[in-house]
């Protein structure tokens, strides 16, 4: 069965600066989705990033980009330019590419701004 | 605007009450998901409505029962809840393609006394 590891509750970074959360991730799959979800205090989830398995280039979405190593199961979310309003809670999930469509979610990481 | 909305917002109910969250999308999707997000803790998908047939029942007690009527709605209902059953429901929705996202509404929190 497949796990979503994220070993950081809790992280703190100076607005303006940068930032990396980690996620791992265990598969035996080779074709599958990775996405990094943000609930903020209105409890909405929101999806910040996906990252396609047989993509080799890390995805980016304006100041959010990924780091992908595939052979290690890595899949971390890098935040440059952090600004009051990334302060949420950051979610790594997992999605197979079969029949199988349910999401894998990790436990989440708390990401706090300081001004 | 989140596409999927979910009422109600909070909710405090008895251990011998019955209840009903409610949840509806629309975005057109075909898939409609429960999740369970205790503090702490991942998200526990709870159940998993495709086409309005349920396909998923991930091991949940028959106090929680689930109701599609049709694509764009679904239902939670409650019955005999336990206090650690306290938690914050979550409503989702997706296409079924593979790798599309799931929308999520803003769940209900919900509080057994």
């Known amino acids: 069965a497949q796990t979503v590891t994220q070993s950081q509750p809790e992280m703190s970074v100076q607005e303006a600066e940068t930032v990396t959360l980690s996620c791992t991730y265990d598969t035996s799959e080779s074709d599958y989705y990775l996405f990094w979800y943000k609930q903020p205090p209105s409890r909405q989830m929101i999806l910040v990033i996906r990252?396609?398995?047989?993509k080799q280039q890390n995805a980016t979405e304006n100041r959010f980009s990924v780091n992908f190593q595939k052979a290690a199961k890595s899949f971390s979310l890098k935040i440059s330019d952090s600004q009051l309003g990334d302060a949420a809670m950051y979610f790594c999930a997992y999605r197979s590419a079969g029949s199988n469509y349910q999401l894998i979610w990790g436990a989440g990481t708390k990401l706090i701004i300081k001004p | 605007e989140t596409g999927v909305t979910q009422t109600p917002r909070h909710l405090v109910m008895g251990m011998t009450n019955k209840k009903s969250l409610k949840c509806e999308q629309h975005?057109?999707?075909?898939?409609m998901y429960w999740y369970k997000q205790s503090a702490k803790k991942p998200l526990e998908l709870m159940f998993v409505y495709n086409f309005k047939e349920q396909t998923e029942n991930n091991s949940v007690p028959s106090r929680f029962s689930p109701e599609c009527p049709n694509s764009s709605h679904l239902f939670l209902h409650l019955h005999t809840l336990q206090p650690e059953d306290s938690a914050l429901y979550l409503c989702a929705s997706s296409q079924e393609t593979l790798g599309t996202e799931a929308f999520f509404g803003q769940g209900t929190r919900l509080t057994v006394v």
């Open positions: 990252q396609e398995a047989y």
């Open positions: 975005l057109g999707h075909n898939a």
